[in-house]
Structures are given as structure tokens and as C-alpha cells.
């Protein structure tokens, strides 16, 4: 059956193979282009420079359109893996009939389909990870500035979840072409199907696979940002979080010690003086300390009050996953995903055993 | 001896659609059976229940004694070629006798390359390129080199041109000769299987009509010809399978053990194709008359 599988899946395996080498390349020879604007940006010495921000963004300014393509092409290799290794793995023994020859030699079809899944699944997760190990590679000294590991579009086109993906994507496209018996249309099925998964699972899924940890900071002109007011509302404080690298933050409130959130009664009465000026929905409350333009050393001062009262009775809560948890996440969604390929498989091979005919 | 396929009140339905109904059919070991009917008669179900692609939704079927596709033991037993011969188009010949040897333990290398070589396949010609014949004829070829017990053949001449089919069945019993295999083939022309059958299987309108040595069904079957007559004052034992008249001429196709003994009838003995036919044309009458309502008409 090894030999079957083999000589069916040769010329795809060799394919990937020029495919993988060429992205090799590819990806080194850019790669030695983003080590030569590192250098030239004035990173490595911009604590002597004195200016690691401006060297920074001037850095990050560029690439933007390749970091964009090598961040698709680490979506779509699981995407082409199950739309063109598992969708046609049965289908097309279904369209050209030649089931009929497959399935009548001295080896059971739950057999040859499970060595096929075996075979063909490992050889998918090889070349997602392989592919992903590359990315990774590549965007090592961007990842290192850019501190935000678990952005959606970081933390799926890093490390090792694209295994899991891969996995996914082949056994899903596998099982999609036995149910749909045809090729195209199973192409279509597995690609819309795992499309839909991966968002179902960023979006709503991700978030709650460890509850998350809580911050709390105190209350000052440094962590408060300004007056926001929405649709219309009672003017409200607004914080910034806290500067937590690489952590993934849900979301950041004012609460007091018992986690009720700042009222805007309490509020009006703690800045009075503030208020006064200030009527519900009145542009201009966006960023900073009160007021367009610059700030007036007595509104600066009745904020600065305003900000101290406020923060006697209440603090800051952050809501997040810290970045320690960065690999804990990488390893879970990793294993969601093979498990949900090992479900799938184990179905195909039932389904072949007692349904297909 | 066991048979080599035993059926008992097989049915397959596809949703509403019946393909076979209530099937109970024994065939002895040791002969090169023909199944024959017209298109759509279930004969491909029949042999796909067979062979295990298809599993039955009423009804058992055991074929050499066990469930068809039941284990490994079971496929190494049974050599299939499916309708069309199917092949894998972009593999070579070669390639696919090495696929024959790597899925079959009991692979005989010799007689596949004997063969390849004695039908002057190209070992590096891709499936896909092969004429029908040869697709054909490799098919056969990796069926028989597993070397089955039981070789069950859909149609296997049916997209074959006169002459391509004549070499096949040639072959198909030289290997029969040669290794004493049982053989199941089906057809929908009664002339191919005229040749090589010495058992004969009607199937029609998705039921058994008629199974049978060859030898006995045309011993046991006579076109009696004679003055118009009603057939209820036929002897009992004679069965009407097909029966005309004209305003003065009665003309019947009966089956009988005992000897016609009525000195009215000009007895002539039946021509398998001419069996299978009034057999065939009794069973389209029969679901003519089921879609029609009942209807009164003298019948066995």
C-alpha cells in the first residue's frame, strides 16, 4: 500500500518539493535584503544613536507589500494542500472509476484509504510546518520590534499552528471528496469549509481557551488618556493599557476595588471643573488632555485633580493573555486542529468501510 | 462443494429505485457462468454485491463461502473486472503490474509478464493511451494474476470492438483452462457468452428469470408449433414462457422435463439466444402488466 500511495502522490510530492525550495530561496534572498535595512535603519546602534523610534519605524517602513505576500502564502499552503492533496485523494477514484479496480485487490479500502490519510496527512503537516518554519525565520527581527505575537495574522502565520492547519485542511478535503464523489466541487466544499473554520476559530474560539489573566494599575496622568464621549453619551475617561509586549490585551477598564465600573456620576462630580466646559457629544473629546490645541496650564492642572480624585477610589483593569502564554496557545490551537483531523479520518475510514459503494 | 456465490432474497434499492429484487441464486463451483439481461437489469449490482463494492440492503449473498470485501483472505480470492475495465490512465503498464504485486500477496510475477509480453503491450505505455482491447486485457490480466479462485468479469467485452472481443474471450479461456478458476461474466449480448458459457444466469427487470446449465435449459425447452389451440389444456408440466397466434397457428416456447408426447406440435429445440430472449420478453411483459394493473391472460 506504501507503494500505491507513493507512486500516486510522486508527482505532487515532487511539486511541493521544487515549490518548497523555491520559497527557500526566495525567502533567503529577502531575507539577507531585511538583515542589510536593518543594519543600514540604525537599529543595532540606536541606544547610542538616541533615536531607536524614528530607526524603528524606518525600518518597519518597508517590506510592507512582501511581509503582506509571505503572510497569505503561510494562509493559503494548508488551503492548497487540502483543496489539491485531499479533496481528489477519493474523488477522483470515484470519477474515473477506478475504485472498482483499487478496492478489489487483496487490501481492504479501509486500508488503503488509512494508509493513504497516514501517508499523505504527514507529508501536508511537513510542508505547512516547513513553510512556516521559514516565515517564522524570516520575520524574526520584525516579530522582535513589532512585540504583538498574538495579533490575528501574527499568531497564525508563525510557528507551528500551520501543522495543525495542514492536517485539517488535507483530512478535511479528504472527507469532502468521499461525501461529493466529485473533484471540483469538492475543491470548492473544502475550501469554503476551511475558510469558515479557521474564522469561526480566531474569532470566537481562540479567545477562550484559557481564561485570561487581570492587571491591575493605578490611576494617573500617564495611564489616562483623555475624555471619550460615545453616541452622544456622558463623557467618560479612557485609559490606555498597560505596555505589556507580546501579550494579547481583550480589553481595559476603570473599576473600583468591588469591579464596578466608573460611573459618569462619579465622574461628573470628581472633575467638575472639567465638566462644566463640556456639554454631551461635544467634538473635539477625543485624545489628550481636554481641549484642541495646547493645553492651558489651568486645565492641565484641573485635569491632573480631576485624574488623582478619580483614581482614589477607582484603578485600571486589563483584561489579556500574557505573552508567556504565547507557546501554551501555539500548542493548543496545534492540537485542536490534528485532533480534528484524526476525528476526521477516523470517519473516512468508518465511512469507506461501511457507506461507500 | 460450496458454491461459489449463494444469494438469498438479495435486494438492493437506491432510494426508491429497486436494481435487484429478491435474488436467491446458487452457482456451482467450476463453471464460466454467464449473466445476462438487458441494460439496467442489475446485473452490475448483482456482481458488485458480489465483490463487495456495494453491500446489500435486504437479503445475504456469500461468495467462496464468506462475506464478500470481508478481510484481506476474502479479496485474494476473487479476481474482478469492473465494467469498462477501469485503469489508472496515467500509469504505465509496468506500474500497473507492480500495483498488481504490492496489493496482492499471491501475485504470480510470471504469468503477468507472460501475458503483457504475450499480448505485446508496451510495458512503458501509459493505461491511458492503451486501445480498449488492451485496457481490456491488461485488466483481465491483473486479475487473474492474483490468481483468484473465483474471476467475476462486468461486461468486460461490451466497449470492444468484434474482433478485440473474440481475442478476449480466447484468452479468458485459455485462463480458465489453465487454472480451473471459476468464472462469473456478464453480458448483454447472449451471443459472446453463446461461446464460452456452460451455465447461464437471465436477470430482468431486476429479478432472477432463469438459472442454469446451458446443456439441461436447452435439453428442457422446445418451440412447439401447431394448430391454434387454448393453452390451459396444455399438459401441467409444460411452462408457456412465450406464446403467439395467429388466426389459425399457435406458436410456443415451453419448458418442460418429460417428452412432448401431442402429435399436433412440430417440436424444434431452442437456440440460447432465442431462450434468453423469450425469457427476457416475459419479464418486460410481467412489469408491463404489474404498471398496467392484472389483466386476464393464460399463464403458467
Redesign the interface.
Known sequence: ?I??TW??FRMQAIVAAIALVAAAIFIAITHAQLVHLYNASGIPTCEADGDCFGARNEFLSHNQALRQLLGLALLAVPAIVGVFWGAPLVAREQE??????????????DRWLATKHVVIGLASMVVAGLFSWMVTWWFGRIDQLQLNRFNPGVFDERAIVAIGYGAFAFALGVTAGMLIRRTLPAMATTLAIFVAVRIVFAEWVRPHLIGPAHLAFALNTSSVNGFVSRNGGAPMLTVDPPQLNNAWIYSTNIVDSAGHALTPEFLAQACSALMDGLGPGLPGLGKGPIGVGAPSTDKTQSFQACVTRVGEVYHGLATYQPASRYWTFQAIETAIFIGLAVVLSGFCVWWVR?RL? | MTAVLDARGLGKRYGRRRALTDCTLELPPGHVVGLVGPNGAGKTTLL?LA?????PTSGTIEVLGGRP?G??GQ??R???V???T????N?SVA?HL???A?????WDRELAHARVAQLGLDPNQRAGKLSGGQRAQL?LT?AIA?RPELLILDEPVATLDPLARREFLQHLMEVVAEQGVSVVLSSHLVADLERVCDYLVVLSASRVQLAGEVEELLACHFRLTGPRRDLSTLPADQHVIEASHTDRQTTLIVRTDGPILDPAWTVAQRSLEDLVLAYMGQAAGMSREAANGPRLVARP
Open positions: 500500500m507503494w500505491l507512486r500516486q474515473a472509476g477506478t475504485f472498482r479496480l483499487a478496492w478489489t485487490q487483496s487490501v481492504t479500502r461501511r459503494g | 458488485h465483490v463487495g463494492l456495494l453491500t470485501a478481510g484481506e479479496l485474494r476473487v479476481g474482478f469492473a465494467q469498462e477501469p485503469t489508472y490512465a500509469l506500474d507492480e500495483f498488481g504490492h496489493l496482492n500477496p499471491g485488466a491483473l492474483k
